[in-house]
Every structure is written in C-alpha cells, then in structure tokens.
C-alpha cells in the first residue's frame, strides 16, 4: 500500500530555507546577479563556497558514511526553491544533485562522492540540459584507453573540475576538466550559462554503467527542477503584487484595477498548484513512491507556469520591467531555458501518459 504523501513542510525545512535566503541576501542580491551575467565569470563561485562549505549543501544527498549530510530530496527541494527565488548563478542543480546522483548510481567511486559533498570540487554530467529521463543522449568513442568526441549543451561545464562523461562503450567517466576544451556557447539563461566539450584523446577513470547512472540523474534532475521553478515563479508573483500595490495611476494604486486582479489571481492559482506537483515530486523521490509519475506531473506542470508567471512580471512591471537594469528578465531568461531542461512539459506529458495508459485519442 503506497503511504500518503506529506507535502507540507516541516520545521526542520522552514529553518533550512531560512537560512539559506539570509545567505542568498548576502550573497546574491538583484544588482550582484545581473552585474555579474555582463561580466566574464558569470557564476558565483563565492556564493558556492558559502553554501557548500559554510551550510554542507553539496552533500545533501549523499549518505553520511560517504561524507554528505545524509537528507532527503525533500530538503534539496526547499533550497532549490531558495536559489530559484534568487536566481542564483550557483552550480548546485548541475553538480549536488545531477552529478552527485549520478556517481550514487555507480557507487564505485565513494572518493569521488565525498569531494563533490564536501563542495571542494564541482562536478558537471556530460549529457546537454535538454535530455529527458530515458531520453538519447550522445556519447563520446572510447578508443585505446581514450576518449574522443564532443559534447554540447553542458549545462556548469565552465566552472566544473570533473565531468561525467558517457562513452560508447556504455561506461560512465570520470573526466578531469584539465583534460578536456570547454567551449562557452551562447546562453539564453546567463545564469546557468552551457558550454561545448571537446574529448581528444582525454584519459577517464571508469565509473560503472553509464545508462542506469545518467537516467538515475536526470530523473532527480527534472523532478527537483520543479521547485526551482515554484521559487522562481513565487518570486515573480510576490514582486508583481508588491509594484502594483505601489504603482499609482489616477491617483489610486494599478493593482486595484479588477482586470489586474483576475490575471493575478489566475496567477496565484497556478503557482500554488507548482507548489503541490514539485513537493510531490521531491516527497516521491526522497520515499521512491511513483517516482516516474510524480516526476512527470511536476514538469509537465511546472515550466509554463514558470514562463506564464515571469511573463506576466515583465508585462505588468510596465516600462520598468524591459530595462536592463530591474532582474526580471533574469528571471524570463531562467523561466524560458527550464522549459526545455531534462525535457520539455511535451515530452513528460507524452511519458506521463504511457506511465498511466492513457494514450491520446
């Protein structure tokens, strides 16, 4: 009998997300982000250290005897929800979670484990961001001992110092960054740039089975996603009602015209329903509950609301809302390139009806 799903937060998590939105107010305030997207070193690395080594949140999912903090999907969804709300230019997504899940698939490499939890090297999955669970994914040639090849669309792959690299020969790799060309391509989430990969001749140490590793890490990719996406788009509401409640026109506040109020309202009711599928998604990871459906759901759900959310922040902030200078275009950017990361709301709706046998007509 499948157990009833808690999707309320515990005491524990509030206390976590408050601590991880003091660090981000720090750390990660509006004018810092989009200062540093104009510059050459997009990603916060001082952020990471803070996080990684003053909170231990790389290592939330890895087990306490492998050196991590032994939680849940639970508690990485409540600061996943945090870094969306900030869009935080921090790896965390890419290397505590896609990473850090994919050597628990291996579990071969506990040396490995143990750096990526203890925040002192980051790790990047060679697969591009836009590969759904279960999807295809390109691999590199493993020739004489070697690996050769390129990868695009590697989402953190600027700032990792190890990558997990899917070969031909159905190994997963552990590929040093020394070894490899990483390529900056051009990114429409600034935040979360991606970069080309180029393999010539690069030496890997083996890690196990690439195809259950790499589902295993796209799977908690795309489920914990969602709560970025909720964080992202709980932001974009809060701020909106907060200008329309300022913002004066004839001498009486726009948010109280009744055709805001209903698109606001709409609003609403689609973000707290985000909130729903992401904490299901992170409660069915964390207990192993329909995770395949519970996943689905949440980002069959989770990015068009997210777009439809920063879209209407950037419509009714008005004028000062297309300025460079005010981070809701941050957010629209982040929005738009969630949409299609670990597969597009299309593709989990086309696999959430095989997983429920509800074919369209």
């Given at each position: 009998?499948?157990?009833?799903r ?8 509030e ?37 990684a ?30 870094l969306?709300?900030a ?18 698939g ?17 790790g ?12 295809a ?21 600027a ?37 080309t ?14 195809e ?55 609003l ?20 192993g ?5 519970a ?6 759900y ?31 950017k ?28």
């Amino acid at each position: 009998m499948t157990k009833q799903r808690d999707l309320l937060y515990s005491e524990e998590e509030e206390a976590l997300r408050a601590a991880v939105r003091d660090l981000l107010a720090d750390h990660c305030d509006a004018p810092g982000v989009i200062a540093r997207t104009e510059s050459d070193a997009p990603h916060d690395l001082a952020a990471w250290k803070a996080l990684a080594d003053g909170m231990g949140l790389a290592g939330l999912l890895v087990p306490e005897e492998q050196g991590g903090q032994g939680a849940t999907h639970r508690e990485v969804a409540v600061v996943l929800e945090e870094l969306g709300r900030a869009v935080a230019p921090v790896p965390f997504l890419t290397s505590a979670v896609v990473a850090t899940e994919a050597l628990l698939g291996c579990e071969t490499d506990a040396g490995l484990l143990a750096e990526l939890a203890s925040g002192r090297r980051i790790g990047a999955l060679g697969v591009a961001l836009n590969v759904a669970p279960g999807g295809a994914y390109k691999v590199v040639r493993h020739e004489g001992g070697a690996l050769h090849g390129e990868l695009t669309g590697i989402a953190d792959a600027a700032v990792a110092d190890v990558l997990l690299v899917p070969a031909d020969d159905g190994g997963l790799y552990a590929v040093d960054s020394e070894a490899v060309t990483v390529t900056p391509q051009v990114s429409l989430d600034l935040t979360r740039p991606v970069a080309t990969v180029r393999l010539d001749g690069a030496s890997g140490r083996l890690l196990g089975p690439a195809e259950p590793a790499v589902r295993r890490a796209l799977r908690a990719g795309a489920g914990l996603l969602a709560s970025e996406q909720f964080g992202l788009a709980e932001w974009t509401l809060t701020e909106t009602v907060r200008y329309l409640k300022d913002r004066k026109q004839f001498n009486r506040p726009v948010g109280g015209f009744q055709a805001l109020k209903h698109r606001l309202a709409q609003l609403w009711l689609e973000v707290v329903n985000v909130r729903a599928a992401a904490r299901g998604a992170a409660d069915a990871l964390a207990t192993g509950n329909d995770v395949d459906v519970a996943v689905a759901v949440a980002q069959a759900y989770a990015a068009p609301v997210a777009v439809h959310a920063a879209e209407e922040a950037l419509q009714l902030h008005a004028g000062i809302g297309m300025t460079w200078e005010h981070p809701v275009h941050l957010y629209l950017k982040r929005a738009k390139a969630d949409s299609i990361a670990y597969g597009t709301a299309g593709a989990h709706r086309a696999a959430l009806a095989e997983l429920v046998d509800l074919q369209a007509p």
